[in-house]
């Protein structure tokens, strides 16, 4: 009976724990795609007030 409950916490722990990890990875992806388009955003805004200033 000992086997049986070890092995529910062992799944319970690892399914919480892999949903934090699965978690935080998908949040650090979105945080990088966030950058890249912001950067992009600013170029694309510094070139476009460069040609507006002439």
Do not use: C, P
């Not at 949903?19 to 170029?43: D, P, S, T, V, W």
């Amino acid at each position: 009976m000992a086997s049986l409950r070890w092995a529910y916490v062992r799944i319970i722990s690892g399914t919480i724990l892999g949903g934090i990890l699965g978690f935080y990875e998908r949040r650090k992806e979105e945080m990088k795609r966030y950058e890249m388009n912001r950067r992009q955003h600013q170029q694309q805004q510094a070139e476009t007030e460069v040609w507006s200033d002439h």
